[in-house]
């Protein structure tokens, strides 16, 4: 699964190639409002360009669920690709995506240009990996190149379905080096390997945990999901966020976890409130708390506990954010892991989602190896999955 080929072992001069990306962007008004999908995209477009190759752009953006809506035209990427790339993105505006527009601009492609389809979403068949679309989408191109990393646990058909019809599949820059950095971080880490997994369910990272215990030094755990921990050992955790359905699990975690001699930490203080709102009165409690109070943060004494387990750390993926960082006063868990891992010499990487989005929005991005650009996608890596998106740039 690891051992792709990439766009440096192809010959692409003259040979129209389509680029899976991720431009899977928020807009406001018609507006771009954050663009790093795009930048992370140039790269690998970049050098397809300079070898002379005839680049087609393709993309989803959001849920139209196979009708075109104006609102989720790709429309604004092709403009703002312009911008980046100095250089003009053609946009074939078809509402079936391999239209009139599309097979024209196609035909007519000079050595180095660049077009971007319609929204792939706009057809129906697009998520459900069918066959016409996947040949619609292969007719246009010599060779495919997947670099829409946010996208690789989904069988789509410009993922996964258009590999069936083209003589050469291979990975982008970009999926290359998400492969590079989650694959080793699990498979190869330097150690101590700590990894740090928050967010609100334990439900969304049973098989996440699992599989880590069997390879990390120490497993961290925040956010809403270690209420339902605290509450598999005997604590009293109000009205906080909790599975009962997975009490047992928990359990049988925090066994494995010993068995193996795996340091799993859980909060040992958190910031609680009556009401889940950020003027909410708060105070730190150690242990159970009050029938009508709920956990939205970490404690100080956690934050210095976890700050620790990290100090020694060479390899770090966090996944989650420690507690409802969005809301200012109990963003102090979040803000601190980030603070922490910005100042480590280790290998970082944030397994994209809510904490790409937290690292990012409090300053910490620069300072990160990695961060992933696929939230459900890094996911599943760290699961252990194959990844389809990733499995069908087979090296054709």
């Known amino acids: 699964m690891l051992n792709k080929k990439s766009v440096d072992d192809i010959n692409v001069k003259g040979k129209r190639v389509l680029v899976r990306c991720d431009f899977n962007v928020p807009l406001?008004?018609?507006?771009?409002?954050?663009?790093?999908?795009?930048?992370?995209?140039?790269?690998?477009?970049?050098?397809l360009i300079g070898d002379g190759g005839r680049v087609i752009l393709c993309s989803h953006l959001g849920k139209p669920k196979g009708e075109p809506k104006p609102e989720l035209s790709l429309a604004p990427v092709a403009k703002r690709l312009t911008e980046l790339l100095g250089q003009e993105?053609?946009?074939?505006?078809?509402?079936?995506?391999?239209?009139?527009?599309?097979?024209?601009?196609?035909?007519?492609?000079?050595?180095?240009?660049?077009?971007?389809?319609?929204?792939?979403?706009?057809?129906?068949?697009?998520?459900?990996?069918?066959?016409?679309?996947?040949?619609?989408?292969?007719?246009?191109?010599?060779?495919?190149?997947?670099?829409?990393?946010?996208t690789a646990h989904r069988a789509h058909c410009s993922n996964v379905g258009v590999t069936r019809f083209v003589d050469t599949a291979v990975v982008g820059y970009l999926m290359q080096k998400e492969i590079d950095f989650l694959g080793n971080a699990v498979n190869n880490?330097?150690?101590?390997?700590?990894?740090?997994?928050?967010g609100s369910k334990v439900s969304s990272k049973i098989s996440v945990i699992n599989n880590l215990l069997d390879k990390v030094d120490t497993l961290i755990i925040g956010g809403g999901?270690?209420?339902?921990?605290?509450?598999?050992?005997?604590?009293?955790?109000?009205?906080?966020?909790?599975?009962?359905?997975?009490?047992?699990?928990?359990?049988?975690?925090l066994d494995k976890a010993e068995a193996k001699g795996v340091k799993l930490l859980l909060p040992i203080d958190t910031v609680v409130a009556k009401e889940f709102a950020n003027d909410a009165p708060s105070r730190v409690v150690e242990g159970s708390m009050e029938d009508d109070e709920m956990g939205l943060d970490i404690g100080p004494e956690t934050r210095t506990?976890?700050?620790?387990?990290?100090?020694?750390?060479?390899?770090?993926?966090?996944n989650g954010p420690m507690g409802v960082f969005e809301?200012?006063?109990?963003?102090?868990?979040?803000?601190?892991v980030a603070k922490e891992l910005a100042s480590?010499?280790?290998?970082?990487?944030?397994?994209?989602?809510?904490?790409?989005a937290a690292v990012n929005i409090l300053g910490f991005g620069d300072k990160m190896t990695h961060i992933s650009t696929g939230g459900g996608a890094s996911l599943e890596f760290l699961e252990g999955k194959e990844l389809p998106g990733v499995a069908a740039a087979n090296d054709k």
């Open 189 to 198: 880490p330097q150690r101590p390997f700590v990894a740090i997994l928050g």
């Open 305 to 318: 506990l976890y700050a620790d387990a990290l100090k020694d750390a060479k390899t770090v993926v966090w």
């Open 28 to 47: 406001q008004d018609g507006k771009i409002t954050d663009e790093n999908r795009l930048v992370a995209a140039l790269p690998t477009i970049k050098k």
């Open 89 to 150: 993105v053609t946009f074939a505006a078809d509402p079936e995506v391999v239209g009139p527009n599309a097979k024209a601009a196609a035909e007519a492609m000079k050595d180095g240009e660049v077009i971007l389809l319609e929204n792939t979403r706009y057809r129906a068949e697009e998520t459900k990996n069918g066959e016409a679309f996947s040949k619609d989408l292969a007719s246009l191109a010599d060779v495919f190149v997947d670099d829409a990393f946010g």
């Open 344 to 356: 480590l010499d280790a290998v970082t990487i944030i397994g994209g989602g809510d904490s790409a």
């Open 225 to 253: 999901m270690s209420y339902t921990f605290a509450k598999a050992k005997g604590e009293k955790i109000g009205k906080s966020l909790v599975e009962d359905e997975y009490l047992d699990y928990a359990k049988e975690m």
């Open 327 to 336: 809301m200012s006063n109990f963003a102090a868990g979040t803000v601190a």
